[in-house]
C-alpha cells in the first residue's frame, strides 16, 4: 500500500537519528573514561620514574 510508505520513512529516519546518537554518546563515554584513565595512570607514573638505563 503506497499510503503507508511516509510512515515507514519517517520511522526509519528516526531510528537512524536515535542510534546515531546512541552511538555517539557511547563512544564520548568510553573514550573519556579512557583518557581519564590513561591521565591518572601517568601521574602515578611520573611519581617513580627512576629508569634503569
Do not use: D
Amino acid at each position: 500500500m503506497p499510503q503507508m510508505m511516509p510512515i515507514n520513512w519517517i520511522i526509519s529516519f528516526f531510528m537512524f537519528i536515535f542510534i546515531f546518537i546512541l552511538f555517539n554518546i557511547m563512544n564520548f563515554y568510553i573514550f573519556n573514561t579512557n583518557y581519564k584513565m590513561k591521565k591518572k595512570m601517568f601521574m602515578n607514573n611520573k611519581k617513580n620514574s627512576n629508569w634503569k638505563w
